[in-house]
């Protein structure tokens, strides 16, 4: 039972390098999400994407591209890493979006990037 | 827009002791009402839910209501143990934003024996 898996669980990048981080889940759920963790903020949306074949902005998408690769895979890109961007990565999926009904989000168990 | 508002933590209790966590909520309409929980080292699980006003939510001990009037959904326990010791986040689904699942700041509680 794998739920929701991330890659990698930690990472260090410089100012300026690219990478992406990797999601894929074993439910068959259609939806999946990306999240960044703060402290003191809670959980913010990057992206989602309802449905298969589909993406969307979330609250702050800016400095991130995502691509739906497939039903399971959902990977989100760094194209130039900057500070700001250090934070801790949950990537979430749901059977169908939440505003279909569906109401539970399952997660992963995080990706913590460094950006020095 | 949709917001979520959680007391400050962190909460140190000792075990056995009377938990609440306060969240207010700001929405239109009848928002769906979650808690999460985030044990050390882990990714966020579903706790809790209620979907209408008056409903109560309860799973492994812990209660919430939904309660409208008060645009509230406080987390209670009538005995904590140290294995509840995580960060608690109470979270909405709802028309303003677009039904997305919108997160409070997280609550971290700590029990002692």
């Known amino acids: 039972n794998a739920g929701v898996t991330q890659t990698p669980k930690f990472q260090v990048l410089k100012t300026g390098q690219s990478m992406t981080l990797q999601c894929a889940q074993d439910?068959?759920?259609?939806?999946m999400y990306w999240y960044r963790q703060d402290p003191g903020m809670g959980l913010r949306l990057i992206y989602y994407?309802?449905?298969?074949?589909t993406t969307d902005k979330g609250e702050v998408p800016n400095g991130y591209n995502v691509s739906r690769l497939n039903k399971r895979e959902f990977s989100l890109r760094l194209e130039s890493a900057a500070p700001s961007q250090t934070s801790v990565y949950f990537c979430?999926?749901?059977?169908?979006?939440w505003g279909q009904g569906d109401t539970e989000a399952f997660f992963g168990q995080g990706t913590r990037l460094t950006v020095v | 827009g949709d917001s979520v508002t959680q007391m400050e933590g962190p909460v140190t209790l000792s075990e056995e002791a009377f938990l609440t966590i306060n969240c207010t909520y700001t929405?239109?309409?009848?928002?769906?009402l979650f808690w999460y929980v985030q044990y050390p080292g882990e990714g966020l699980q579903l706790l809790l839910k209620?979907?209408?006003?008056?409903d109560k939510g309860s799973n492994k001990g812990f209660e919430a209501t939904y309660r409208k009037e008060t645009t509230s959904f406080h987390l209670e326990k009538g005995s904590v143990q140290v294995s509840d010791s995580a960060v608690y986040f109470c979270a909405l689904i709802g028309m303003d934003s677009s039904y997305k699942l919108i997160f409070g700041s997280g609550t971290r509680l700590l029990v002692r024996p």
């Open positions: 994407s309802a449905s298969e074949g």
């Open positions: 439910m068959n759920h259609n939806s």
């Open positions: 979430a999926s749901s059977h169908q979006f």
């Open positions: 929405a239109t309409g009848y928002p769906s």
């Open positions: 209620a979907t209408k006003a008056d």
